[in-house]
């Protein structure tokens, strides 16, 4: 422990020790300013040194949070671009569907044709709907933290579930149509459904029968899981039924490579 | 009192310049400033003992700051210059203390 008592024992230079010795014996008061002067001086660098150390510390948070702003326009712009070039698609999806319409009312095969195609762009989504159904909407418990109380995507996915098995036809989430290729996936701490980022509160459309799907649902194991969940982390649902409900067209329906076995 | 004068003046400059701190110094700021306040303080000290020296002061200053930098910068260099950062701190920490303890023994004779 030498090393530990010579620190506590010697904890001035030795410097000043040699050189008090070997220093003339005057001190005159010429002397003693010089020594204040030195003195001021290093505590003036000193000062400065501690100011721009604790300055730069205090800089470099706002330069994080400036960062982090400008990713965040970053994301809310392509967001933007991204629902731009949704609508479009689904202008010029709607433009072909028109186009289709009249190039198939010439003939009865052709009527035949767009009846049968109008039925299962019903049902895959590929066309916006309307009816009556209920809308569910659900959010976040009001003192949701990192880990209680946040809608997760699974219980989403229950949610959707439920209405599916409670005779909806059509469900949206948020204005994005569910159809058989549709994802609702956690990513990091957001819920991404058609691989969208959603934030609550998260608004479920459901086309179906008025009568009985809140009923069903509330027996469905989806509808048991979300009373679950109100009743014990005080996440927010409500579920209305609605006379008129618009769910919207799936714009980026398209299967690239899956092709109908044997007709053709 | 004129030690704090120059303090607070120090505080004020750097406050008022704000310069930039380039990227490469920016770890060893800190190390400097513990390894100035310990060359102040140990003058502090000298001087409330009699037996204070501007030259050695000056001297003890700048290579105080300039040697624990360098050790720094030697440890970042060998992988380990957290920890001998933290060995300059914790050597440099004792001396402030000894040494307040000290001037605290001069000025308050207790």
Known sequence: MSLLNNLMAHPIDEGYAVAARTRPKQGGKAFRSRHRVMLVAATVVLGFLLAIAAGQNYRSAPEAQKQRNELITRINQADTRLNGLRTQQSQLAGEVRRLQAAGLSNDSSGTALQQKLDDLELQAGATAVTGAGIKAVIDDAKDADAKEGRILDVDLQQLVNGLWTSGAEAIAVNGHRLTSLTAIRGAGSAITVDYSSLTPPYTVLAIGDTATMPARFAQSSGGQWVQYLVSNFHVRMTITTEDSLLVPADATIALRYAKVTGSR | ?110
């Open chain 2, 1 to 110: 009192m004129i030690a704090v004068l120059g303090l607070v003046i120090g505080v004020v400059i750097g406050l008022l310049v704000a310069p930039d701190v380039p990227e490469w110094a920016q770890p060893y700021l800190p190390i400097a400033v513990v390894a100035a306040l310990d060359a102040v303080f140990g003058a502090l000290r000298a001087f409330l003992d009699g037996i204070f020296d501007d030259k050695v002061f000056v001297v003890s200053f700048i290579s105080n700051v300039l040697i624990a930098a360098l050790i720094v910068y030697l440890g970042d260099q060998l992988g380990v210059g957290s920890q001998l950062s933290t060995g300059v701190v914790v050597v440099l920490g004792i001396r402030i203390f000894t040494n307040m303890a000290a001037i605290r023994r001069h000025i308050f004779r207790a």
